[in-house]
């Protein structure tokens, strides 16, 4: 497998997304293949980091998935020259108690796949300190390895000579200095950056990204740094697709689902047939499942509640086949959503559900559930690991109980899911799964 660096950071807004894209595509541009990943459940990174690099991006995580899976999708990267991943959080930001193969961090990525870690940091408002911040993350724990730092929202020359001598200090390798430009900056909205489907200029922010990482970032010494990846074959681990020939909604509403995922369904011998609920379409009834996924339908509500051929056809499928939602498709298939504005909308009503935007709390988090009855490609009693992000809130939930669900240290969680007749869901995103 070809060598590979993880790009980290202590904290959260420190400019991971902007350098890894700037990254990808200059390195892209010189005919370096890249093949990037994303440490975490993110499921909006990895479409901008694909349009960026020209290849599939890959979640990784260790929480949630074991050790042979992350491994088979480490054997994506055949055929690549350079791995770069972008890391979530602060680069040891991880739950308290160990999933799968560990905490969720970002450093056990590293670890597992060998890759050192280049830490952007943003200095503004320090200098030498910010050498002291890198010390603290390259001495933190044992590995993974700090190959070096880039140094984000530089003032001035002086500012970068000062943070520079820390470094040199420090024995810490400076890749390149980046001064303030908030004009590149991802655009976000509630639940993370504005998927990249739905960015306007998003080839032009990736071209100006990286002319701008380009030319203040010395490239060769940081492909140079990498290291690591799995040897020999990765074991496919075997997936359950939901059915043979599944109905997948995709559009502005339903677009967070997981590359990986999609990928094994494919693998597996599945066909997808996507269509789109805002577009007014129904699921093609020559499908044998429908699977709703998470997205913005609290941003659409009034346009899916005007769907009308959508949502009598998803009620249509519903009596003879599956249907299972996740996130936002779960609050789809209920009764009712109220939105922003306090103002409800009529959805498709396969469970008794009724969700609000109006107040709105964050749920967040890893979760491990135990099916009390089966979903498409699970039994009742198989175990799921998956993550939750969402801040809409019950008012009504009147179904069964679909699952046990538990959160990263054991303690339940009152979402539960739901199941009424052939339909069912739950509000955390499917990563991994045991049937």
Same mark, same amino acid.
């Given at each position: 497998?070809?060598?590979?660096?993880?790009?980290?950071?202590?904290?959260? @807004?420190?400019?991971?997304?902007?350098?890894?894209?700037?990254?990808?595509?200059?390195?892209?541009?010189?005919?370096?293949?890249?093949?990037?990943?994303?440490?975490?459940?993110?499921?909006?990174?990895?479409?901008?980091?694909?349009?960026?690099?020209?290849?599939?991006?890959?979640?990784?995580?260790?929480?949630?998935?074991?050790?042979?899976?992350?491994?088979?999708?480490?054997?994506?990267?055949?055929?690549?020259?350079?791995?770069?991943?972008?890391?979530?959080?602060?680069?040891?930001?991880?739950?308290?108690?160990?999933?799968?193969?560990?905490?969720?961090?970002?450093?056990?990525?590293?670890?597992?796949?060998?890759?050192?870690?280049?830490?952007?940091?943003?200095?503004?408002?320090?200098?030498?300190?910010?050498?002291?911040?890198?010390?603290?993350?390259?001495?933190?724990?044992?590995? &993974?390895?700090?190959?070096?730092?880039?140094?984000?929202?530089?003032?001035?020359?002086?500012?970068?000579?000062?943070?520079?001598?820390?470094?040199?200090?420090?024995?810490?390798?400076?890749?390149?200095?980046? &001064?303030?430009?908030?004009?590149?900056?991802?655009?976000?909205?509630?639940?993370?950056?504005?998927?990249?489907?739905?960015?306007?200029?998003?080839?032009?922010?990736?071209?100006?990204?990286?002319?701008?990482?380009?030319?203040?970032?010395?490239?060769?010494?940081?492909?140079?740094?990498?290291?690591?990846?799995?040897?020999?074959?990765? $074991?496919?681990?075997?997936?359950?697709?939901?059915?043979?020939?599944?109905?997948?909604?995709?559009?502005?509403?339903?677009?967070?689902?997981?590359?990986?995922?999609?990928?094994?369904?494919?693998?597996?011998?599945?066909?997808?047939?996507?269509?789109?609920?805002?577009?007014?379409?129904?699921?093609?009834?020559?499908?044998?499942?429908?699977?709703?996924?998470?997205?913005?339908?609290?941003?659409?509500?009034?346009?899916?509640?005007?769907?009308?051929?959508?949502?009598?056809?998803?009620?249509?499928?519903?009596?003879?086949?599956?249907?299972?939602?996740?996130?936002?498709?779960?609050?789809?298939?209920?009764?009712?959503?109220?939105?922003?504005? @306090?103002?409800?909308?009529?959805?498709?009503?396969?469970?008794?559900?009724?969700?609000?935007?109006?107040?709105?709390?964050?749920?967040?988090?890893?979760?491990?559930?135990?099916?009390?009855?089966?979903?498409?490609?699970?039994?009742?009693?198989?175990?799921?690991?998956?993550?939750?992000?969402?801040?809409?809130?019950?008012?009504?939930?009147?179904?069964?109980?679909?699952?046990?669900? $538990?959160?990263?240290?054991?303690?339940?969680?009152?979402?539960?899911?739901?199941?009424?007749?052939?339909?069912?869901?739950?509000?955390?995103?499917?990563?991994?799964?045991?049937?």
């Amino acid at each position: 497998m070809p060598p590979g660096l993880l790009i980290g950071a202590p904290s959260s @807004g420190s400019g991971k997304t902007t350098v890894m894209l700037g990254l990808a595509r200059a390195f892209r541009d010189r005919g370096v293949s890249v093949q990037p990943y994303k440490s975490g459940p993110d499921y909006i990174d990895p479409g901008f980091h694909a349009a960026a690099a020209g290849r599939p991006s890959w979640n990784l995580d260790s929480w949630a998935m074991p050790a042979g899976l992350i491994a088979s999708l480490g054997a994506e990267a055949a055929g690549a020259d350079l791995v770069l991943a972008e890391g979530s959080m602060g680069l040891f930001d991880g739950v308290a108690v160990a999933g799968a193969s560990g905490t969720g961090a970002s450093a056990d990525i590293a670890r597992l796949m060998g890759w050192p870690v280049v830490l952007v940091l943003d200095v503004s408002g320090q200098a030498q300190t910010a050498a002291a911040v890198a010390l603290g993350c390259a001495r933190f724990q044992a590995g &993974p390895g700090l190959a070096g730092v880039i140094l984000n929202r530089v003032a001035s020359p002086r500012h970068e000579a000062l943070v520079r001598a820390g470094m040199a200090q420090a024995g810490i390798a400076v890749f390149g200095a980046l &001064p303030r430009r908030a004009k590149i900056e991802v655009p976000e909205r509630h639940l993370g950056l504005v998927p990249a489907e739905e960015h306007g200029a998003l080839e032009e922010m990736i071209v100006e990204a990286a002319d701008f990482v380009a030319g203040n970032v010395d490239l060769e010494a940081l492909r140079g740094a990498a290291s690591g990846g799995i040897g020999g074959v990765a $074991e496919t681990v075997p997936v359950t697709p939901p059915g043979q020939r599944i109905a997948l909604a995709r559009d502005a509403a339903f677009s967070f689902v997981y590359p990986h995922m999609l990928a094994a369904w494919r693998r597996a011998g599945a066909e997808i047939l996507p269509f789109s609920p805002l577009a007014d379409q129904a699921p093609d009834e020559t499908a044998d499942v429908c699977w709703l996924p998470g997205g913005y339908p609290e941003l659409h509500a009034g346009r899916l509640a005007a769907a009308r051929h959508f949502r009598a056809g998803l009620r249509r499928f519903g009596e003879t086949r599956p249907v299972h939602g996740e996130c936002g498709g779960y609050m789809t298939m209920g009764a009712a959503l109220i939105d922003a504005d @306090g103002t409800g909308h009529e959805m498709a009503g396969l469970l008794g559900l009724v969700t609000s935007y109006a107040a709105r709390r964050m749920h967040l988090g890893y979760r491990r559930a135990r099916l009390l009855a089966a979903i498409p490609g699970f039994p009742s009693g198989g175990e799921l690991r998956g993550h939750e992000f969402h801040y809409s809130s019950v008012v009504t939930l009147d179904d069964e109980p679909l699952a046990q669900v $538990e959160d990263a240290t054991g303690a339940q969680v009152a979402e539960t899911g739901s199941r009424r007749g052939r339909a069912t869901g739950t509000f955390f995103h499917l990563i991994a799964g045991v049937a």
